[in-house]
T-cell receptor
Framework: SQELEQSPQSLIVQEGKNLTINCTSS?????LYWYKQKYGEGLIFLMM?????EEKSHEKITAKLDEKKQQSSLHITASQPSHAGIYLC????????????FGIGTKLQVIP | DSGVTQTPKHLITATGQRVTLRCSPR?????VYWYQQSLDQGLQFLIQ???????AKGNILERFSAQQFPDLHSELNLSSLELGDSALYFC??????????????FGEGSWLTVV
């Protein structure tokens, strides 16, 4: 089973609607990354969260880290076609030089 | 453009062959990471180097090896290739280690097709 579970696995929303993607870890989270990927292309960095309760925003995307629940959520407000892609969360579970493991991704389609 | 350069972008090779994927990290970044992405397995961590030394290892096959050179570029060597090795291979880099809050920047990837 995956160390990081993302839900939903895919999502289709109407343009202008809000949406939330969740990332849940089976291990204690030390830090978590969110990336966006277009199919077959590189990963674009969105945000990194390290402290419990930390919340960061970039344009219409907000991410929050809930350490107790070992979970992070990514929220998009007023979605646009440009938000379409695959959203990946990546986590590390201790300090130092630790591997960052990724979830399988959430595929987002935004219908105009 | 992330600043991480990977070559080649596409590669088609036969089973049993050996290939080398090359990565130049962002200027100033000392850490290099290698990942393999396939449809069924998702993004899998292979190995990480920091300033020439191996720092973390994932489920990297024995047929695969990597190294980071004094000029900080890195190479991933894949040998005795099998059909299942067909995947998108990513290199990524960061200034230091992840727990310092460093952003990891990904390259565009190298598409490997084994036929």
């Amino acid at each position: 089973s995956q160390e990081l579970e993302q839900s939903p696995q895919s999502l289709i929303v109407q343009e202008g609607k809000n949406l939330t993607i969740n990332c849940t870890s089976s291990k204690t989270l030390y830090g978590l990354y969110w990336y966006k990927q277009k199919y077959g292309e590189g990963l674009i960095f969105l945000m990194m969260l390290q402290k419990g309760g930390e919340e960061k925003s970039h344009e219409k995307i907000t991410a929050k880290l809930d350490e107790k629940k070992q979970q992070s959520s990514l929220h998009i407000t007023a979605s646009q076609p440009s938000h379409a892609g695959i959203y990946l969360c990546g986590a590390f579970h201790s300090g130092g030089y630790q591997k960052v493991t990724f979830g399988i991704g959430t595929k987002l389609q935004v219908i105009p | 453009d992330s600043g991480v350069t990977q070559t080649p972008k596409h590669l088609i090779t036969a089973t049993g062959q050996r290939v080398t994927l090359r990565c130049s990290p962002r200027s100033g970044d000392l850490s290099v990471y290698w990942y393999q992405q396939s449809l069924d397995q998702g993004l899998q961590f292979l190995i990480q180097y920091y300033n020439g030394e191996e720092r973390a290892k994932g489920n990297i096959l024995e047929r695969f090896s990597a190294q980071q050179f004094p000029d900080l570029h890195s190479e991933l060597n894949l040998s005795s290739l099998e059909l299942g090795d067909s995947a998108l291979y990513f290199c990524a880099s960061s200034v230091g280690h992840t727990s310092s809050g460093n952003t990891i920047y990904f390259g565009e990837g190298s598409w490997l097709t084994v036929v």
